[in-house]
């Protein structure tokens, strides 16, 4: 008989929902799993309807709104984080020095000295963590790794990556956490930027070197009420957006190659608008987010005239032949975090880190700090 491992999370919104069903739909998906999730107990301060009803469809047995009261609970093994930026780091590191593994929402930390101290919590506890880099998690994706590990492209030459949105595009949007570097640690760069140098860093290659510039475009918006998103509009006095919208970077990556990186929360017309190219000496690449389960591969022709062709994913790719039987029957989001929640439970049960960990969020956050750093003093900066 499988042995269960008991889940706790920690706040019930988008995130924590999509971390529930995925730890729920496990098995479904993963029959030779070596441990089955359990939802024990959930966290959440908004003590509503709202978050009863989510409760009871999602079957948690115990509904607290003091994540401490969770964490301190005897009956849990793996405690989510998916919460707002402000509480990642207490609620990690308390988890981690309770013994319990963690599963994490970038970024980890506000920063990389907070995101360094969930390393060291996990380290010292010996228990296991993920990160949610969901995007490395398509078949796709990993094919695109394959073939530039494998050398089907020759050497990379240069990589762009773009992950753009318009979530924040409306002036009438919601001043909620997310603009408050208090809360949130910074702006497009902890939420989109820090996906796109982790998905660099997975296809390609590690960054050395960089110079950014970052700018926001809205630099007022009418608060919030209490707990709204950042999808919401605002009602009440305006007050100051103290984070970026928008972030460009050119790469040095290692190995030689180069790279552009760019990132915006404020792009009308764009949604979800995340991507990377890499170009090599014989041959290139191109996935698309918004088609998620194909890849543009130009490969085995000349070096001019050279066109592209469309590799669906197929069973064999990653993990498609979990979800699907055949080519071009697609993937959506919530299934990468199924691959995520498959990852961290085999590091559970094994012992050694699967997938993204709080290790590879670290090396995020310090690629965060550093474009920071290279914005504010208009400089290359070393990672």
């Known amino acids: 008989m499988t042995a269960e491992l008991r889940v706790g999370i920690v706040g019930l919104g988008w995130m924590g929902q999509v971390h529930a069903r995925a730890l729920s739909r496990l098995t479904q998906h993963y029959t ?158 902890g939420d989109l930027v820090s996906h796109a140098a982790d998905l660099v860093r997975y296809v390609v290659a590690d960054i050395d070197e960089l110079i950014a510039d970052r700018a926001t475009f809205i630099p007022e918006r009418p608060e919030a009420r209490p707990g709204a998103m950042h999808y919401e509009r605002g009602a009440g006095a305006m007050g100051a957006v103290e984070n970026e919208d928008y972030v460009s970077a050119l790469l040095r990556i290692a190995g030689g ?43 085995d022709q000349d070096y001019q005239d050279a066109f592209y062709a469309t590799r669906y994913a197929t069973p064999g790719d990653g993990e498609l032949g979990a979800f699907q039987p055949g080519a071009n029957n697609p993937m959506g989001f919530d299934d990468l975090k199924v691959i995520e929640a498959r990852r961290l439970v085999q590091s559970i049960a094994d012992g050694k880190p699967h997938g993204a960990t709080i290790h590879d969020a670290l090396i995020a956050a310090r690629t965060v700090d550093a474009m920071i750093v290279s914005a504010d003093e208009r400089k290359w900066v070393s990672l």
């Not at 405690?79 to 207490?90: E, L, M």
């Not at 762009?160 to 809360?183: C, I, K, M, T």
């Not at 915006?264 to 190219?277: C, F, L, P």
């Open 32 to 189: 030779d799993s070596p441990l089955r999730p359990r939802l024990v107990a959930v966290a959440d301060p908004a003590d509503d309807d709202r978050t009863e009803r989510a409760a009871q469809a999602f079957g948690f047995e115990h509904q607290v709104t003091d994540w401490r009261e969770l964490v301190a609970r005897d009956d849990i093994d793996l405690v989510c984080v998916t919460g707002p930026n402000f509480i990642h780091h207490d609620v990690a590191v308390a988890a981690a020095r309770s013994g319990k593994h963690v599963w994490v929402e970038k970024p980890a930390g506000r920063n990389a000295e907070e995101t360094a101290e969930i390393v060291a919590a996990v380290e010292a506890a010996g228990v296991q963590s993920a990160a949610g880099f969901n995007y490395r998690n398509p078949p796709a994706v990993e094919l695109a790794r394959e073939l530039v590990a494998t050398g089907r492209l020759g050497t990379v030459e240069h990589t762009s990556v773009r992950f753009v949105s318009d979530y924040a595009a409306h002036p009438d949007g919601a001043l909620s956490w997310r603009f408050q570097n208090e809360f949130a640690g910074s702006g497009v760069l």
């Open 257 to 299: 190659s180069r790279g552009i990186l760019e990132a915006s929360r404020s792009a009308v017309g764009e949604q979800n608008t995340y991507g990377i190219e890499v170009h090599g000496t014989t041959g290139a690449l191109k996935w698309d987010f918004r088609r998620m389960n194909e890849l543009q591969v130009c490969l």
